[in-house]
């Protein structure tokens, strides 16, 4: 994960000055592995949470989630997004690694 950080592709996805969240994704450079990062500074009650699209993925690439298991197609999560799970907690964050399959 180090070596995506450092000598990946790095995409400011949602930028706290403009709202109440902060999301970022880190791609390698032969575009096998994604990290997204989600921030939500204050928990919102009874808020839906939106889908966040991902930037820089192989659109042809179907990329596993190390956390779930589950399948995304490269496409899906840049064109549709990634939704995180509900957040009941303030300044709460999750680390998400994708690694295509």
Same mark, same amino acid.
């Given at each position: 994960?180090?070596?995506?950080?450092?000598?990946? !592709?790095?995409?400011?996805? *949602? %930028?706290?000055?403009?709202?109440?969240?902060?999301?970022? %994704?880190?791609? !390698?450079?032969?575009?096998?592995?994604?990290?997204?990062?989600?921030?939500? +500074?204050?928990?919102?009650?009874?808020?839906? %949470?939106?889908?966040?699209?991902?930037?820089?993925?192989?659109?042809?690439? +179907?990329? *596993?989630?190390?956390?779930?298991? +589950?399948?995304?197609?490269?496409?899906?999560?840049?064109?549709?997004?990634?939704?995180? *799970?509900? +957040?009941?907690?303030?300044?709460?964050?999750?680390?998400?690694?994708?690694?295509?399959?």
């Amino acid at each position: 994960m180090r070596e995506v950080i450092q000598k990946g !592709s790095f995409y400011r996805l *949602k %930028n706290p000055q403009n709202g109440n969240e902060v999301a970022w %994704n880190f791609v !390698s450079e032969d575009k096998k592995t994604v990290i997204y990062c989600y921030f939500k +500074i204050l928990a919102e009650p009874l808020r839906v %949470n939106t889908p966040v699209r991902l930037k820089g993925l192989d659109e042809n690439g +179907i990329y *596993k989630s190390k956390t779930n298991g +589950i399948c995304y197609g490269g496409d899906e999560l840049m064109y549709a997004g990634i939704v995180s *799970k509900p +957040i009941l907690e303030d300044f709460a964050s999750y680390v998400y690694v994708l690694e295509k399959v």
